[in-house]
C-alpha cells in the first residue's frame, strides 16, 4: 500500500488513475465505432460483390450476410457490455478514491 504525505500526493494519484480509466473506456469506445465502421464497410463490399455477380437476391446469400450482421451486432453488444463494466469499475474506483481522501484526512486531523 502506498502511503502519501500530502494531500496534494494523494488527490495528484487518484487524477492520474481517473484519467487513466477514463482513457481505456473512451478507447473502447472508440474501437467498437472503428469496428462496427469496418464491418458496415465489409458488408457493403459483400453485398456489391453479390450484386455484381448477379446472386445479390439469392436466398443462401442474403442468409449469409444476415449471419454476418448478426454476428457483428453481437459482438458490438458483448463489447458494449464489456465497456459497461469498465465504467461501473470506474465509478466504483471513484467511491474508493473518496473513501480513500477522507480517511486520509480523519488521519491527518486526529494527528493535529
Known sequence: MVTYRTLAELEDAHDHERRTARLRIESADQYIGLYRSRIDQVGEAFHRLGAHAGVADDPSFRQELQRLA???????????????????????????????????????????
Not at 458490438?76 to 480517511?103: F, W
Open 70 to 112: 448478426d454476428t457483428v451486432n453481437q459482438n458490438i453488444t458483448h463489447a458494449g457490455h464489456a465497456v459497461g463494466e469498465l465504467d461501473d469499475e470506474y465509478y466504483a474506483m471513484i467511491r474508493q478514491q473518496d473513501e480513500q481522501r477522507d480517511r486520509f484526512l480523519a488521519e491527518r486531523a486526529d494527528t493535529d
